[in-house]
């Protein structure tokens, strides 16, 4: 399956210049960015993006250069973004919510020697870095004078930005991605979606997911608004909600567990019509879910070795499972089996993509590269290549692409890429543990430990797994095994992990639930932790297996029942269901309690319809 078009056109994005600045002329004093920190227009980004670009230069950066960045979701993240690239550079994300040791092998393995930062971000992230340079909010530079220096002509093969993927070694790796596929990119989305200089997208992801290169280049390319979401709106699934009200957002793009968040919060506004979903699979509930309203969603897939999205799909109302679309232009899927031979229409092969998307490999990694990047006989030009995604997909009777799960160990949690071989060998680094096996069970990750002589702590090495591992990659429970399951060929028999049990840890003796709202809690934090035994009063939710995502979806659960609005914070500061729910009855300012409001609904609930209208009629009876 391919769609080969006509190319884009040169220096369509690249270097901070090319046609995301023709609306420059055409309209510089409209909205380009909006931030926590206010609004930019076009002809501000643009001043603020040379004005960068030339510090930059004067610190060396130049074609090929990576740069760090370990900044604030602010608009100073995309002027830093964009001025990187107009000084020649390449951008390589540092999420300050990743741990510094993975900071540190990550900007080890990219050749970091300059980070750009912001005053919010924690210092001791950065140690050992040869140079920082700290921005303002907006993306001007607080410690280093400006200065001229030459802006770099565009150049579509040179590096746009490296970006980290969990690696099955333990060690994160880097993909090359060069402008040309980010061109290719932009070009492809511009003519699938509706959009213009109307709309405005939220833009919700991370730098280090690479759908964010999507969020935030293709509203500039297309004469529209960036609208960025603060930290703490993106964890909140109500603020979010107010910040696309507020914004009048119509388009934006999250992974399934982002929409559930955003649907569980009071439902995703109306205005925000173009609806794109990617990352994991699209279950079939969530699309007509997404659908209800006559929205225009689309199903997008891709891996990062081949650019954000390499596939798209308009999804229609239906039973059947969503598909992946079709190809975007000029990139091709093949359907090849283990001897690399295509399978026929209907048949299941593994996913392989080639085209102008792909990227040049995995930085510094030559043998991963030539084992995942490999030579495209399709294509009809020398040296073009395709990758080997590892996924498993077969061609509909409508000549659509249906998605059938992984090849190898490598697994999606809420939209993140994980090898588990990596999660395994920090497992096994720690001196209680003998061996290890992690797997998914229920959308959650488990482990599985031979410990040594001594039992595991599993509290304890949780929190040293978070010393290296962002907290997508830390398992929710464990079980602790004498041996780990082996194939006869002495491999590990993954399928042979048994179930895990999910068991209370134990550190705080059970006190059963006193209050009703207790009581609520508690069956919230059950659905949310997927436990089968009570949980306690005095229960700790992190203890409990509960991780950054699962702590917005309960905060989602829980205002969507008291309509309350709730800061996540809270969750971290009261993490006990006894705190929580007192915390809860502190924040009300109601003259009814949360339990009394908890009561009156479990009354309610009991009546009929016609005993409830009875006191619509009669309200003195419900008195």
């Known amino acids: 399956m391919s769609d080969d078009t006509t190319p884009p056109p040169r220096g369509a994005v690249n270097g901070g210049a090319g046609t995301i600045w023709r609306w420059l002329d055409q309209a510089p004093d409209a909205v380009a960015v909006t931030g926590p920190d206010g609004q930019v227009t076009y002809r501000e980004l643009h001043r603020r993006v040379e004005d960068l670009a030339a510090v930059l ?26 001025a990187v690239w107009a000084a020649g550079g390449a951008y390589v994300p540092l999420d300050p919510a990743f741990p510094a040791e993975r900071l540190r092998m990550m900007r080890q393995d990219a050749g970091i020697g300059l980070v750009l930062t912001q005053a919010g971000v924690d210092p001791a992230l950065l140690d050992g870095v040869p140079a920082v340079l700290t921005l303002s909010p907006g993306g001007r530079p607080l410690n280093g004078a400006f200065t001229s220096a030459p802006l770099l002509a565009a150049d579509m093969e040179r590096l746009a930005y490296l970006m980290f993927t969990s690696g099955s070694t333990g060690r994160p790796k880097g993909v090359a991605v060069p402008h040309r596929a980010v061109a290719n990119l932009l070009e492809a989305f511009a003519e699938l979606l509706p959009i213009g200089p109307e709309d405005r997208w939220l833009a919700v992801t991370t730098l280090s997911f690479d759908i964010s290169v999507l969020e935030l280049l293709l509203p500039l390319f297309t004469g529209g608004r960036v609208v960025i979401a603060a930290t703490g709106e993106v ?13 009048g957002v119509t388009i934006m793009q999250a992974t399934p567990a982002g929409w559930r968040i955003l649907l569980e919060s009071g439902g995703i506004p109306a205005a925000i019509r173009t609806r794109l979903c990617g990352g994991e699979a699209l279950p079939r ?3 007509d879910a997404l659908l209800a309203d006559g929205a225009d969603v689309w199903n997008v897939y891709g891996p ?34 283990e001897n690399g031979t295509p399978v026929a229409d209907g048949e299941i092969g593994e996913v392989h993509i080639g085209g102008a998307g792909v990227a040049r490999g995995y930085h510094g990694l030559p043998g991963q590269t030539a084992a995942r990047f490999l030579p495209d006989p399709y294509a009809g030009t020398p040296g073009a290549r395709m990758y080997a995604t590892g996924d498993l997909a077969r061609v509909t009777p409508a000549g659509r692409l249906e998605y059938l799960g992984r090849a190898d160990q490598q697994v999606k949690i809420h939209g993140f890429r994980i090898e ?29 430990l031979v410990p040594r002589a001594q039992a595991v702590d599993w509290a304890a090495l949780r929190e040293r797994l978070r010393a290296s591992l962002p907290d997508y990659m830390i398992p929710v429970r464990h079980t602790t095994l004498t041996s780990l399951p082996l194939t006869p060929n002495g491999k590990l028999d993954r399928g042979a992990l048994p179930s895990p049990s999910w068991t209370r840890p134990g550190t705080a003796a059970f006190r059963a639930p006193v209050t009703t709202v207790e009581s609520d809690l508690a069956e919230i934090w059950a659905e949310v932790l997927g436990a089968t035994e009570p949980i306690g009063a005095d229960d700790d939710f992190f203890e409990l297996g509960g991780h950054s995502l699962a702590a917005m979806q309960l905060i989602a659960r829980v205002q969507a029942k008291y309509g309350l609005e709730v800061p996540i914070l809270v969750l971290f500061e009261h993490p006990t269901i006894a705190g929580f729910a007192a915390r809860l009855d502190d924040m009300d300012d109601a003259d009814l309690s949360l339990a009394d409001v908890a009561a009156l609904r479990d009354q309610l609930d009991g009546l009929s319809a016609e005993e409830l209208q009875g006191l619509f009629d009669d309200p003195a009876a419900g008195s």
């Open 57 to 82: 230069r004067g610190h060396g950066v130049g074609p090929g250069v990576p740069v760090g960045l370990c900044v604030e979701r602010t608009t100073g993240m995309l002027v830093a973004m964009l």
């Open 235 to 247: 964890s909140d699934g109500w603020a979010l909600r107010e910040r696309a009200l507020a914004e």
């Open 285 to 287: 509930d969530l699309a």
């Open 304 to 337: 990062t070795e081949t650019t954000v999205w390499s596939t798209a799909g308009r999804v229609r109302p239906g039973p059947e499972a969503v598909d992946l679309g079709s190809p975007i232009r000029r990139t091709a899927v093949h359907l090849l089996d």
């Open 420 to 448: 588990l071989g990596e999660i395994e060998a920090t497992l096994r680094a720690a001196a209680e543990v003998k061996d290890a096996a992690v797997a998914v069970r229920d959308g959650r990750l488990v482990a599985y």
